[in-house]
Nanobody, 120 residues
């Protein structure tokens, strides 16, 4: 199983970015997909996650600015980030709780990070 993240970059404050993360491999089902971020010197924190049924959860710091969505047919999760602020600067990681074909429990998988830098 692989999670491939993309979409990071350098933007100015107030601008937008859209991150994508596609899961591939022998996947039977994905329960939860989400985005985390880690800024220099800080712990990794949850940004947002979404269940297979569409229920979402957001960090207070991004509510009203970020929107998470997923395409279950493509095993892909998206993070639309609007009105970006310098404090959003971090490496963003996607994560999935999924079952592989032939495996009867869920496992956590992480994608590689993608850098988001917001200049003031």
């Amino acid at each position: 199983v692989q999670l491939q993240a993309s979409g990071g970059g350098l933007v100015q404050a107030g601008e937008s970015l859209r991150l994508s993360c596609a899961a591939s491999g022998r996947i039977f089902s994905i329960a939860v997909m989400g985005w985390y971020r880690q800024a220099p010197g800080k712990q990794r924190e949850l940004v947002a996650d979404v269940t297979s049924g569409g229920s979402t959860n957001y960090a207070d710091s991004v509510k009203g600015r970020f929107t998470i969505s997923r395409d279950n047919a493509k095993n892909t999760v998206y993070l639309q980030m609007n009105n970006l602020k310098p404090e959003d600067t971090a490496v963003y990681y996607c994560k999935a709780a999924l079952r592989q074909i032939g495996v009867y429990y869920f496992e956590q998988y992480w994608g590689q990070g993608t850098q988001v830098t917001v200049s003031s």
